[in-house]
């Protein structure tokens, strides 16, 4: 399955972003899709996701702030970021693990968010 993901910007503290991924290639309906992000100098983190099904779960920094949704008709996954700190800029990734499997194997290509304080 191929991502391709979108939505990132320059916003100040306090705004909002959408991020939007979509897929193509593969039974989406098949895939945990997930939104991580890396940030300068630091690892990749897992930021949220959602099971095929639709349940969801999150980092414990953007609880509250961030919410991931799909849509499996459109082949879509998003990451509506509310109440964005300085902290949450980084470079944000799409990605699909398929429900019989232990790791995320699908990537899109990064989308960067940038936050002023």
């Known amino acids: 399955v191929q991502l391709q993901a979108s939505g990132g910007g320059l916003v100040q503290a306090g705004g909002s972003l959408r991020l939007s991924c979509v897929a193509s290639?593969?039974?989406?309906?098949?895939?945990?899709m997930g939104w991580f992000r890396q940030a300068p100098g630091k690892q990749r983190e897992l930021v949220a996701a959602?099971?095929?099904?639709?349940?969801?779960n999150y980092e414990d920094s953007v609880k509250g702030r961030f919410t991931i949704s799909r849509d499996n008709a459109k082949n879509m996954v998003y990451l509506e970021m509310n109440s964005l700190k300085p902290e949450d800029t980084a470079v944000y990734y799409c990605?699909?693990?398929?429900?019989?499997?232990?790791?995320?194997?699908?990537w899109g290509q990064g989308t960067l968010v940038t936050v002023s304080s």
């Open positions: 990605a699909g693990m398929f429900i019989l499997s232990t790791e995320y194997k699908y």
């Open positions: 959602t099971s095929n099904g639709g349940s969801t």
């Open positions: 290639g593969g039974a989406f309906s098949n895939y945990i």
